[in-house]
């Protein structure tokens, strides 16, 4: 069974850029969210994808989008980028239904906005 | 709005039983979760309760009161390895994980 892998491990950008942060989901999983985590914080749910649909979004603004491929791998893309946007960006792949609150998370991208 | 409540920080020494408490106020709720995130690391799924009572799974339990919008995390027979951050997450009515603030726990030998 193949975990959930993230791309890139750490990004450095300037305010104003784009980027494009990718996830691999574990085999199986259909369903992916994305977290934002900001330093001693908690992980903070930017969106969900399921079957390459968005499937609710959190309080973050429409310069966060993303998309999921038929292959269940996902892509958040953040432009404009602020400074505040510096955190470590988590995906997480689960099972839609009874088992989604046992979400499997990659081990992240860092991303420094400067 | 929607929070969850958790101590920041909690120490304890090897061997010992520790508690992290949570409360939450969410505008839904399907269940209570526990992940564990070491330093650098990705947060790891511990337990789930859905309803109220305890859940035990090896050294860790896990509590919930939905009256009391309280749950906690038991860690049994403390281990160094165990220092980390503990999040309590709720899965709302629109199944998504709202996560709390996070527990540091630093456990000492």
């Known amino acids: 069974e193949t975990g959930v892998t993230q791309s890139p491990t750490h990004l450095i950008k300037t305010r104003g850029q784009q980027v494009t942060l990718r996830c691999s989901s574990q085999s199986g999983h259909n369903t992916v969210s994305w977290y934002q985590q900001a330093l001693g914080q908690g992980p903070q749910f930017i969106f969900q994808?399921?079957?390459?649909?968005?499937?609710g979004r959190g309080n973050f603004p429409p310069r966060f989008s993303g998309l999921q491929f038929p292959n269940y791998s996902s892509e958040l893309n953040v432009n404009a980028l602020e400074l505040d946007d510096s955190a470590l960006y988590l995906c997480?792949?689960?099972?839609?239904?009874?088992?989604?609150?046992?979400?499997?998370f990659g081990p992240g991208t860092r991303l420094t906005v400067t | 709005g929607q929070s969850l409540e958790q101590p920041s920080e909690v120490t304890a020494v090897e061997g010992a039983i520790v508690q992290i408490n949570c409360t939450y106020q969410t505008s839904g709720f399907y269940g209570l979760s526990w992940y564990q995130q070491h330093d650098g690391g990705a947060p790891t799924f511990l337990s789930y309760n859905a309803l109220d009572g305890l859940e035990e799974t090896g050294r860790f339990s896990s509590f919930l009161s939905r009256s009391d919008s309280y749950g906690y995390l038991l860690l049994q027979e403390l281990q160094m390895k165990d220092s980390a951050s503990y999040f309590c997450?709720?899965?709302?009515?629109?199944?998504?994980?709202?996560f709390g603030t996070g527990t540091r726990l630093q456990v000492f030998p």
């Open positions: 997450a709720v899965r709302d009515n629109t199944d998504k994980l709202i």
């Open positions: 994808y399921y079957r390459e649909e968005e499937n």
């Open positions: 997480a792949s689960s099972l839609e239904g009874v088992r989604s609150y046992e979400q499997y």
